[in-house]
């Protein structure tokens, strides 16, 4: 399908689920290569983040681990200004090679707020993969790491993305039309 309506909206494909999985094998290289000899922790953020971090973990070859937390700003299409933190880490962060992984950092608010929590814990490290970045929403002062996409400010749906709850079993990703 190239168009698909969920709830009142109308989205068209905007990535493949090929060039998905092709852009996620290339982090996961880059990141096999950056921890050689390490063992990091990755934080994927619930729930949007669920596909990545699965597909990402397929690749990866390093010793690695993986906690979650869910972490959340939206409500419909739009950014509610609050973060809103429902499941909290369970894993020991110091000393350690942490790596966030994010499905999208849009305003970058909710990684703006989350970043000081994870820097009281004193690891050793601290980087971000996101899969998609909307660099003309970005309103706070972040360094990602890893993109996979950069994306214009249109509302997308699909491989972990909903809106209001549906569309995240999609492969591909959709955008509004």
């Known amino acids: 399908m190239s168009t698909i309506k969920v709830h009142d909206k109308v989205f068209t494909i905007y990535l493949s689920n090929a060039d998905i999985q092709e852009r996620v094998r290339t982090i996961a290289e880059t990141i096999n290569k950056d921890y050689q000899g390490k063992k990091p922790l990755f934080i994927a953020i619930l729930n949007g983040s669920f596909m990545f971090a699965a597909d990402l973990f397929k690749h990866l070859t390093i010793a690695t681990e993986i906690t979650f937390i869910k972490l959340a700003s939206y409500k419909g299409m739009k950014s509610t200004g609050n973060v809103i933190t429902s499941i909290g ?86 955008q509004v039309v």
């Open 89 to 174: 880490l369970d894993a020991e962060l110091y000393g350690k090679d942490l790596i966030i992984i994010e499905d999208i950092v849009d305003t970058g608010k909710t990684l703006y707020n989350f970043l000081p929590k994870l820097k009281d814990h004193q690891p050793a490290s601290l980087k971000i993969a996101a899969l998609l970045h909307k660099p003309d929403a970005t309103k706070f002062p972040l360094t990602l790491d890893y993109v996979g996409f950069s994306i214009p400010d249109k509302f997308v749906i699909g491989y972990g993305l909903d809106y209001d709850g549906m569309g995240r079993n999609l492969k591909e990703i959709y």
